[in-house]
């Protein structure tokens, strides 16, 4: 079962995610990714980091809550873990595997897109 709240994998989902979907649409054509899906990715992006805002702000309110007079419960139970937020990170992943398993698959690229670090 899914958290109520934002974990610390969401966020580093998050920031990963966000970078992948900004450098996307650049890449889509060398790996074949039609600019529709780039595109889309982009757009339910900003949806997931919305949702993800949203949790942190509900999160907040509840840890107010718990801490004022009348004291609350935890976790909260009013925080949805929308579907978005499952469902998009697994379908960057998958386009992300589509990149790396490309015949044209580039190292560089793939630092550029997050899929890997650089070596210092």
């Not at 718990?66 to 609350?72: D, F, K």
């Not at 990170?89 to 580039?106: F, K, N, V």
């Amino acid at each position: 079962m899914q958290p109520a709240y934002p974990t610390t994998e969401d966020l580093s989902i998050a920031v990963w995610l966000k970078r992948f979907a900004a450098v996307l649409p650049a890449y889509a054509a060398k790996y074949q990714i039609a600019e529709a899906e780039a595109h889309a990715l982009q757009r339910a992006e900003e949806g997931f980091l919305n949702g993800m805002s949203e949790q942190i702000t509900r999160v907040m309110q509840a840890i107010l809550r718990l801490a004022g007079p009348a004291g609350g419960s935890w976790p909260p139970s009013a925080v949805p873990y929308p579907p978005l937020m499952r469902a998009l990170p697994r379908q960057a992943t998958m386009l992300s595997y589509r990149i790396l398993s490309h015949s044209a698959y580039d190292p560089a690229d793939g630092c550029a897109l997050g899929l890997e670090s650089p070596i210092y």
